[in-house]
Every structure is written in C-alpha cells, then in structure tokens.
C-alpha cells in the first residue's frame, strides 16, 4: 500500500491556472473512478472538493475541476485566487482500502 | 448535517495504548450509507488512511497499522472509536475521525472531525 506520488510544490500567479497530478497504479487509481481530492489549509482539516474524479460537492468552487488519464489522476485550478494557497492531497479507493497522495504544496506568487 | 468531533487524551506513553473517540451528531452512526473513519497526520508530513469500520462492525485497515489497529462503532452512544496499540513517537499526530459515503454518496471522505493532536511521549 504505497502512497500516490504528488508532486511536492506547484506555484502560480493570481489568474493563471494550475494544474496537480496524482499518480498511482492499475491497482487504484487505474482501476476505480473513486479518486477524490482535499484541500487543506493549515491547521485547519481537510476539506473535499472534487469526488469520482470529476465532480464536485455543492459550495465548492467550478474553478476546481479533475480527471483522469490510466493511473494518473489531475486536479486543475483555474483563476488561481489567493486562498487557493493550500495543501491538496488525491485519494483513491484501492478495493476496501483507501490511498492518500504524497500531498502538493500550492503557492500563490 | 452530520459533525464529527474527536476527544481523547493528548499525551500518550510509549508502549501504552492510543484511545480517541468520535461522536456523531446529527445522524445515525448506523446509517448503512457511511465507512465510519480515521486518518492521520504527523506533524508537517500528509494525511495517512488509517481505517474504517462499517456500523455493523465489518472493518478495514492500513496494513502498515494491521497488528496494532482496531475500530469499533457503538451505536448506543452514536460514537465509533481507535485504538492502536503499542505506541512510539512515530504515532505521534493529528488524528481525524471522517465519514467515507458511498453507494449514492460521493464515495469520498465527506465530512472531517476537526482533528485532535495526540502526542506519544514519556
């Protein structure tokens, strides 16, 4: 049970639009449409907003938006706004088990 | 709207027994549409699925955690617990309690206690 490889930090400027990848294997993320992603601000829990790779909880912004291509899934946020600022970390269901990304730090330049 | 709230000792010894609860308000812990959760988070590292428990007692675990962890739901109190044994400074954590919805939920960590910070330590 390895965890998600995220890259550690993506940075972009106010209205530029980024984007977040989250790799897994045939066994996760390749095999179910069940990856999920949280923002997490600090000190703060985690907050979902993007399930089923593709759509989004009510509240939640439509600059959030995901898919998936094989065994990597992507978090895109576009017309970056300073509260973007945050951790984001993908999950998937692996078969009974659950599988968080390594976490990507997301800066505001 | 369901919440979840977390409460336990803070500061647990090394070897000793890691207890937290997580009580549910504003819904039924028996609710047969909720994994009921707990994820974890040392200091400044990410978030660590530790396991979940359905209300009838069927669960599943990290096998990382697998000869340590257990999670049990007690529908009278409408709270579900952790507990994971044999401590080391390595268990050191927030630890949240989350609820996982699935079937014609959003088959995703939903809702998040606010997290409670355990410490392992002599």
């Known amino acids: 049970q390895s965890a998600l490889t995220q890259p550690a930090s993506v940075s972009g400027s106010p209205g530029q639009s980024i984007t977040i990848s989250c790799t897994g294997s045939?066994?996760?993320?390749?095999?179910?449409?069940?990856v999920s992603w949280y923002q997490q601000h600090p000190g703060k829990a985690p907050k979902l907003i993007i399930y089923?790779?593709?759509q989004r909880p009510s509240g939640v912004s439509g600059r959030f938006s995901g898919s998936k291509s094989a065994d990597t899934a992507s978090l895109t946020i576009s017309g970056l706004q300073a509260d973007d600022e945050a951790d984001y970390y993908c999950?998937?269901?692996?078969?009974?088990?659950?599988?968080f990304g390594t976490g990507t730090k997301v800066t505001v330049l | 709207q369901v919440q979840l709230q977390e409460s336990g000792p803070g500061l647990v010894r090394p070897s000793q027994t890691l207890s937290l609860n997580c009580t549910v308000s504003?819904?039924?812990?028996?609710?047969?549409?909720?994994?009921w959760s707990w994820v974890r988070q040392p200091p400044g590292k990410g978030l660590e699925w530790m396991g979940y428990?359905?209300?009838?007692?069927?669960?599943?675990?990290n096998s990382s955690l697998k000869s340590r962890i257990s999670i049990s739901v007690d529908t009278s109190m409408n709270q579900f617990s952790l507990r994971l044994t044999s401590v080391t400074a390595a268990d050191t954590a927030v630890y949240y309690c989350?609820?996982?919805?699935f079937g014609s939920g959003p088959n995703a960590f939903d809702i998040w206690g606010q997290g409670t910070m355990v410490t392992v330590s002599s």
């Open positions: 999950c998937s269901y692996a078969g009974s088990i659950s599988l």
């Open positions: 045939s066994s996760d993320v390749g095999s179910y449409n069940l």
């Open positions: 089923e790779v593709t």
């Open positions: 504003g819904g039924s812990i028996s609710s047969t549409t909720y994994y």
């Open positions: 428990s359905y209300y009838s007692g069927s669960a599943y675990y």
């Open positions: 989350a609820s996982w919805a």
